[in-house]
């Protein structure tokens, strides 16, 4: 434009303003199934009106497009685990897009999300394992609801591991929301809820394959459908099911076996079941899951096989899931009117849409005779059905009544995709039965007509075409299935391999196990030699095992051992492989028999041969994995009777630790071989101690056993109640008893009281008639007998139908149950009743619970008194039981009619409600006990089986350690009290010697003092009682140290402890009432001293007087001359009065007289007839006349004059112990007393009764007291006359004469006194400490001994005999052992005395006890003087004489300080300040010089003799106990306490050893009684009346002896060898033919001999 306005003209273009795109376009949050995107505003739009445009798509797929005006949203339906991209643009209202801002996102993977929420994800990597799940926690028997997610996976396995029915129907616990109007609205909470499947899945995906496989086998037994094909909707990648499907097995009748009743049994994977598959394509009107149900349940007896819509949360949308085939069977029962189906058939069912999972798809086409497919949309896309090369037919599944339904179609797609016309089945205008009918008839066909038929095992092919996974294609199973097929290929006939393979558990076993009994029963021994027989057992035993370990090891053996060693979950494998391939060998073989077996037992009982031929097929026929580990236990037990450097020894060693993993790893372990009737019990032993190491020896154990008659769903209940596998089928059941292991979680370690639950299930009892064809009721005795004795609980299962049987079975239980009460053991016990069709069974079957309690009180009774147990009367005595809480009523194990019946809800849930009451039980169970606890108590029960007549007072180690450890405690009681009532009794005794007695000093009665000190030691008495009693009370409440094992024995103690209290308190009556005695019997001579003592102080005193007032002072001599002319006049004028003599023998005569008064008359004729004095002046000789007549019946072993010798020893003992007590007294240097004779007519009494088994005549009872009384007199009599000369009053002055004149001068001079009154004090005191001393030192010595180094050799009675008998054997001299043996209480005193002595010559022990009492009473005198040299008054302080009197009066108690006032001369006064400080003095000179003697005196064993408490008899009388001695070997008793009903002997010896010899031959025996006892052996004494009487019922005669069987031929080996060793010299110095030794006692040497000893007296 010009200035002038002039314009050109115009040029243009065009442009576009950018529309801005969205800004920072950010993804906020991702989870499985959605995102959350947002952007920030593009700038400039603030006026212009816009929206958003939103696309998102996966690779592959159509995009996804949505808009929002809002600058975020939320994106859902998205897939789990992809990878999406996301663009943004900004469009406008006319339609105008900005550029796109793009981005990626990648949704969370929908299975980790879900592991997630069910507390699952650490188990995606590490699996969980079976051990885990069975292990016993917290929520085993807990009933709290399901609060969360994460408690679903546990609850829903805890019901699927008890085949609960309701296992998927686990849920949390939410608010039930209630219908109506206002709540239209609202949707149910859906985030805490899952659908089964997805649980399932998870579950599968999340276990290990041991786990899987019980899950899957647990899951058919509910008719639950299991998992063929796993989805892992992650990796988009199926696994094949084979291994964990490997374990089903089934069984039915097909219709062409209805009219044999033929079953067929197999492995699922293996049998040729054709297939039919259920698919989905797209959307569908009908439930197929529903459908399917209805095909296979009978209408009436539906059953949720496949999880639907309509189950409690079926209707959840499946998360994980899709893609999974589940597969079920239909099994015909042969009832044409209840099959479904005439023929098995195996029903697959594909959840999702097959567009979406077409691998499953193809995988179904290519391995199933039928395909049906539920179809509702003809048009959608059906690109899936192309191209399909197929080996199967398709079938179309339709409903017509959808609104979508078009015929044409139909027709149209049935063209295109070449589908049969007659393969499209629909659903019309028809009810689902009818239609249902229509889809059985098709399927029907398809069985019928199928060609293709493909196993599961033989699908692997086809997975792998397809790319699906195996789950058997693991290293581990692979190399495991490898080697378990190498070993069992070549089985073609079962005996045969077992002959050449398994030798070792053959015949040679069935032998030693036979051999093992025999050597315990001894029934076959005929007439020959017990102990020639018993080594002719043991070689043949050692042949055998010769035999054994000779055999090479076969191949099979060799590989097993390979696989064994194999690592963890490798070995796992192989086991189970094993057990498949054996299980199917097995159900060939024995499955038929099985069969036939069943049927003549119940149909035909009467057929007893085919019934026993039958069984011995079975037990031939059979081979299973217990076989294989039975010829290891023989392997390794033939290998332990070699010597233990031999490399073929060493080789085995590890074969117990391979055992014990496995029991660990969750396999059953053979407890009792139930072929061979036997427990190899080093095997086992190894075995058990190998699982203790392994669990760093935290194996406290419950032990659960189950017992019942045959075929009545023990095992099951196990199964059931714990998720265990014990085998129930292959037509085998269960024989002898199998031990498996469950772990117990940490957190109910404590409450439970243990680490792990063992269980033991055993092989079903027989019944009577059944158990004659093969003797096996002593087997069932013996089964029962064990697993009872081993359980702390016991489930006695009991079947409806077989009562009478069961009544049978019962009286067994009951007999174990008596024997185990007896060695205190008391399982508790339930009584589980199966079958019953009832749920008020409970009530119902009150009168049959009442019959059955009836019944069991009848057999109680009945067993008692076979058990020789006459106190036990009903049942309730054997054992705690009340019929309401400890019966359970549990219903039939099917719901409907197998094979296609499910478990029972019922069944489960009570078994479930008892499994709670079991975990009540464990809580309250007072045993505490581990691993070594249950083998030691394996091994002595089973040895105590072994006896025939199982006698149950078997002494095993744990019962004899119990037994032990209680002596032990009550001999430290006992000793406790008996050394309180000591130091009270001299103490007491102290007393009563201070008292002053005579008319000068009258004090108050010494009869008073004697009742208070009587009320005062009653007092102790019964409290020193109590302790006792109390310590008992505590010792068997406490829980440990098997403290139940010897409850038995605690009334015995407790008697013990009364008897200890009588006696004690009559020996201090005794003594207190004969020192008073004394006492008095002394205060005539006290009166005399006394008076004359004053008449002498008045006349010296009045001397003094005199002389003083003379104007002179006299000289020493003119005193003396003075005192001279006093004395003579005093002694005139003095009447002196002897003591009166008495006449000793007249005492002791009236005393004999009197303690034979209740004799007859020739006895008094006796005593009449002799003179007293003579009798005691020649020896004493028995005579002969009247033995024959006491001995007859001893012909056996002994003459007249072995018979004679026995009793002269016992005289010859009793004389010897007299003497000693005369000689004691006689030392004492006091007056004779009555008291003196009286003790010793009790001491002969007392052994006479302790030796009862020697039958002494009244005869010789007469001339033994007449004898040992004439000696006592004479003694007794020079004794008195001595004390009567020592003590002559005129004697006693004129010895005192020259201290009355000392007195008498350093009065007139007033010189001190205090020096000389000092003096004479101390000499006074000396005597008193030493005194003191020697009363002391008795118990210190007994401390001493008990507590120092050797003391365990004296805590118990068994351990004292066993020192004694090692000791014997060390020394090795026959002489020795005859003292031993001939003079047994003398040779043990004597022993025990040289012990004591030795122990107290080492390091001065003796000499430092007494040094340690002298100290204690010196610092007791020198603290008392200086007490009352500072308490002395001003007014008192001259005063010596009350000085001396305050010492006495505090000193008590503790020294004799016999009339000190009297005896020291006190006329003047003296400073009791200087008098105190000289005493002192002197008192410690006393010390050194006391001490200084003591260093000086040699002879220790005279000290001791010396001492007034003698410790060697009162340590001889705690571990010497009863003195009772065999009555058939003279083995001495050890039972502890003084009042034990029964009396035992840890070791017998062979009656030779003793000098016993046949009488005719004079061949010494070796007979020993351990062994005669179980023979046939016969016996006679005096007390069979000449009889022979079986040595069987030895009891009829003693009564209160308990001689059990040697349990093994080495028990005795100690004696064995001792005999052996010194046979000819027996023989020689018994005047007898050496006896005839058996081999294998030659070979033994002395350290079997102490291996025996050890073993017998349980020594470590």
């Not at 809002?70 to 990878?83: F, K, V």
């Not at 006319?94 to 994800?121: D, F, M």
């Not at 007859?1192 to 004059?1201: L, P, R, S």
Request: with cysteine.
């Amino acid at each position: 434009m010009l200035e002038n306005g002039k314009q050109s003209q115009l040029a243009s273009t065009t442009f576009t303003t950018i529309l801005p795109a969205p800004d920072q376009l950010t993804v906020d949050s991702v989870d499985t199934t959605s995102a959350a995107v947002s952007w920030s505003q593009p700038p400039g739009l603030d006026q212009t009106q816009h929206h958003y445009q939103i696309s998102y798509q996966c690779p592959g797929t159509e995009p996804h497009i949505t808009t929002t005006s809002s600058h975020s949203i939320t994106l859902s339906d998205l897939q789990g685990g992809t990878q999406y991209s996301v663009t943004v643009c900004t469009v406008l209202e006319n339609g105008k897009q900005s550029e796109l801002v793009s981005t990626t996102l990648t949704t969370r993977p929908c299975l980790k999300e879900l592991l997630s929420k069910t507390g699952l994800e650490d188990h995606y990597e590490n699996k969980l394992t079976l051990s885990t799940v069975l292990e016993i926690n917290a929520d085993t028997t807990s009933d709290e609801p399901l609060t969360t997610m994460q408690s679903l996976p546990r609850a829903f396995l805890k019901k699927l591991m008890m085949a609960n029915v309701n296992a998927r129907s686990v849920k949390c616990l939410t608010t039930v929301s209630h219908c109506g109007v206002d709540n239209l609205d609202t949707d149910t909470d859906s985030s805490n809820v899952i659908n089964p499947l997805d649980l399932i899945t998870a579950l599968f995906l999340c276990s290990d394959g041991f786990l899987q496989q019980e899950m899957v086998q647990k899951m058919s037994m509910c008719q639950f459908a299991v998992p063929l094909l796993l989805p892992n909707c992650d990796t988009k990648q199926s696994t094949l099911m084979l291994w964990a499907l490997r374990d089903i097995v089934r069984k039915f009748r097909p219709s062409s076996q209805t009219a044999t009743k033929a079953f067929v049994e197999d492995r699922i994977v293996v049998s040729d079941i054709p297939m039919v598959s259920f698919v989905r394509l797209g959307e569908s009107s009908l439930s197929k899951s529903h459908i399917l149900n209805k095909l296979l349940s009978n209408p009436q007896q539906y059953h949720d096989t496949f999880v639907h819509h309509d189950m409690e949360c079926g209707d959840v949308p499946l998360q994980i899931s899709n893609g999974l085939v589940e597969i079920s069977w239909y099994f015909p029962c042969g009832n044409r009117n209840i099959d479904m189906f005439t023929k098995p058939v195996a029903v697959a069912n594909l959840r999702g849409d097959i567009r979406s999972f077409e691998t499953q798809f193809s995988f179904l086409c290519q391995t199933s005779a039928a395909v049906y497919i539920f179809i509702d949309d003809f048009e959608s896309d059906l690109k899936v059905l192309e191209g399909k090369i197929t080996r199967t037919e398709l079938f179309l599944v339709v409903n017509s009544q959808n609104k979508t339904f078009r015929v044409d179609t139909l027709k149209k797609m049935i063209t295109n995709y070449s589908i049969n016309p007659t393969n499209v089945i629909v659903k019309k205008k028809q009810n689902d039965a009818e239609f249902v009918k229509t889809l059985q008839s098709s399927v029907g066909d398809v069985i019928e007509n199928s060609k293709n038929r493909l196993t599961i095992e033989n699908m692997v092919d086809v997975a792998h075409q397809f790319g699906i996974l195996v789950d058997e294609d693991s290293d581990d199973c692979q190399s495991a299935r490898k080697m378990a097929d190498e070993i069992t290929r070549n089985i073609k006939d079962t005996i045969k391999f077992k002959d050449q393979q398994l030798p070792l558990q053959g015949q040679i076993w069935k032998e030693l196990s036979q051999l093992e009994k025999e050597r315990c029963r001894l029934r076959k021994q005929g007439d020959q030699d017990i102990e020639h027989y018993k080594s002719s057992l043991k070689k043949k035993e050692e042949e055998l095992r010769k035999k054994q370990y000779t055999c090479d090891m076969s191949d099979a053996m060799t590989s097993f051992m390979l696989g064994m060693s194999r690592s963890g979950p490798e070995r796992s494998y192989f086991l189970k492989w094993m057990r498949i391939n054996l299980d199917n060998l097995s159900r060939q073989n024995l499955s038929a028999l099985r069969d036939q077996y069943k049927d003549l037992c119940q149909n035909s009982p009467e057929k007893k041969d085919d019934i026993k031929d039958l069984d011995k097929q079975l037990s031939d026929c059979s081979l299973g994995l217990e076989h294989f580990l039975r010829e290891l236990g023989q392997l390794y037990e033939s290998a332990c009777s070699l010597p233990e450097d031999s490399p073929q020894r060493k080789q085995m060693e590890h074969l117990p630790g391979l055992c014990a993993q496995m029991l660990l790893d969750g396999f059953p372990i053979e407890l009792v071989d139930g072929d061979a009737s036997n427990i190899p019990l080093k095997w086992i032993s190894a075995v058990l101690t190998q699982l203790h190491t392994l669990v760093d020896s935290n194996s406290k154990i419950r032990v659960v056993t189950v017992l019942g008659v045959q075929s009545t769903g023990k095992s099951t209940l196990l199964n059931t109640m714990f998720g265990v596998q014990f085998a129930v089928s292959s037509g085998r059941c269960t024989r002898g008893a199998f031990m498996l292991l469950i772990k117990v979680n940490k957190e109910l370690k404590e409450e439970l009281k243990c680490d792990f639950i063992m269980i033991i299930d055993t092989e079903g009892l027989k019944s009577p008639e059944l158990a004659q064809l093969d003797h096996s009721y002593e087997h069932d005795n013996e089964l029962a007998t064990l697993v009872i004795g081993l359980s702390d609980v016991t489930i006695i299962n009991m079947s409806m139908e077989n009562s009478t049987e069961m009544k049978d079975i019962l009286q067994i239980v009951v007999h174990a149950f008596i024997r185990m009460k007896e060695v205190g053991k008391k399982p508790i016990c339930h009584f589980v009743h199966q079958n019953v069709s009832d749920m008020s069974a409970h009530d119902n079957n009150m009168r049959d619970r009442k019959k059955l309690l009836e019944q069991l009180n009848e057999m109680t009774l009945a067993a008692a008194r076979m058990e020789k147990k006459e106190n036990i009367t009903k049942f309730t005595d054997v054992m705690k039981y009340d019929p309401d809480t400890s019966s359970c009523y549990i219903p039939g194990l099917w719901h409907g009619t197998p094979p296609m019946a499910p478990v029972n809800a019922g069944y489960s849930e009570a078994v479930y409600s008892f499994k709670k009451t079991l975990m009540k039980d464990f809580r309250n169970c007072q045993s505490n006990h581990d691993m070594t606890h249950f083998l030691k108590w394996t091994q002595s029960l089973w040895e105590s089986v072994k006896f025939e007549k199982f006698i149950f007072s078997f002494r095993n180690s744990l019962v004899a350690d119990a037994y032990s450890k209680l002596c032990s405690e009550y001999n430290s009681w006992e000793w406790t009290f008996q050394k309180e009532m000591y130091t009270w009794m001299v103490s007491a005794e102290t007393k009563m010697s201070n008292i002053v007695m005579s008319d000068q000093h009258p004090q108050r009665s010494i009869r008073d003092v004697l009742q208070d000190l009587m009320i005062e030691a009653s007092e102790k008495f019964s409290e020193g009682e109590k302790e006792i009693q109390d310590n008992l009370v505590k010792y068997f409440d406490k829980q440990d140290g098997h403290v139940n094992l010897v409850e038995k024995y605690k009334e015995d103690f407790v008697s013990s402890a009364k008897t200890l209290r009588r006696e004690t308190e009559n020996t201090v009556r005794n003594k207190l009432q004969g020192a008073v005695e004394i006492k008095e019997g002394m205060k005539e001579l006290n009166n005399i001293k006394s008076s004359q003592a004053n008449t002498m102080e008045k006349k010296v005193l009045t001397l003094l007087q005199n002389c003083r007032k003379k104007e002179s002072v006299l000289s020493d001599e003119e005193l003396s001359e003075e005192f001279e002319i006093m004395w003579k006049i005093t002694l005139s004028e003095m009447h002196f009065r002897g003591l009166p003599r008495r006449d000793v023998a007249q005492d002791a005569f009236l005393m004999l007289r009197g303690n034979l008064s209740t004799r007859g008359g020739h006895i008094n004729k006796m005593l009449v007839g002799n003179n007293l004095v003579d009798c005691g002046k020649t020896e004493f000789v028995v005579e002969t006349r009247g033995l024959r007549k006491i001995i007859e019946g001893f012909v056996k072993h002994w003459d007249i004059n072995h018979y004679r010798n026995k009793l002269q020893e016992l005289c010859d003992d009793i004389i010897s112990q007299c003497q000693l007590f005369i000689t004691q007294k006689v030392e004492s240097k006091t007056d004779y007393h009555n008291t003196y004779i009286k003790e010793l007519l009790n001491k002969i009494d007392e052994t006479l009764q302790q030796h009862k088994n020697v039958n002494v005549s009244e005869e010789c009872e007469v001339s033994l007291k007449l004898h040992i009384c004439g000696r006592a007199a004479i003694e007794f009599q020079k004794m008195h006359d001595d004390f009567i000369e020592v003590n002559d009053p005129r004697k006693c002055l004129e010895q005192s004469k020259i201290k009355y004149l000392t007195e008498f001068i350093d009065l007139f001079h007033n010189r001190d006194q205090c020096l000389k009154k000092a003096e004479e004090f101390s000499k006074l005191l000396r005597p008193a400490v030493q005194d003191y001393v020697t009363k002391s030192i008795g118990p210190d010595v007994v401390d001493d001994i008990k507590t120092g180094e050797g003391s365990e050799d004296y805590s118990t009675r068994g351990a004292f005999q066993f020192s004694i008998l090692k000791q014997l054997l060390t020394d090795g001299q026959y002489d020795k052992y005859k003292r031993y043996i001939n003079y047994y209480e003398m040779f043990v005193k004597d022993w025990l005395f040289d012990q004591i002595v030795q122990q107290l010559s080492t390091d001065c022990r003796l000499k430092k006890l007494e040094n340690k009492h002298i100290s204690e009473i010196v610092k007791t005198i020198t603290d008392t003087i200086s007490n009352i040299s500072e308490t002395t008054g001003t007014k008192n302080v001259n005063d010596v004489k009350t000085f001396i009197q305050n010492i006495c009066s505090a000193l008590e108690d503790k020294l004799v300080l016999k009339n000190a006032l009297g005896s020291i001369l006190i006329l003047n006064t003296a400073d009791t300040k200087q008098f105190a400080v000289y005493l002192t003095e002197f008192v410690k000179e006393i010390e050194q010089s006391l001490a200084a003697t003591y260093d000086k005196e040699g002879d220790i064993k005279e000290r001791l003799r010396s001492l007034p408490f003698k410790p060697q008899d009162k340590m001889f009388t705690s571990l010497f106990g009863c003195g009772k001695q065999c009555p058939f070997c003279g083995g001495p008793c050890e039972a502890g306490g003084k009042e034990h009903a029964q009396h035992f002997t840890s070791i017998h010896r062979p009656q030779g050893v003793k000098g016993w010899r046949n009488l005719k031959t004079t061949v010494l025996w070796t007979n020993i009684c351990s062994s005669d006892v179980i023979s046939e052996n016969k016996f006679r004494t005096s007390l069979t009346e000449g009889k022979f009487h079986p040595y069987k019922e030895y009891q009829t005669f003693y009564p209160d002896w308990i001689i059990t069987g040697d349990p093994s031929i080495k028990a005795s080996n100690y004696w064995k060898y001792v005999m052996a060793t010194f046979n000819e010299t027996i023989a020689k110095d018994t005047h007898a033919l050496p006896a005839d030794i058996p081999e294998d006692w030659n070979a033994l040497t002395s350290d079997d001999a102490l291996k025996s000893l050890k073993e017998a007296f349980n020594v470590k």
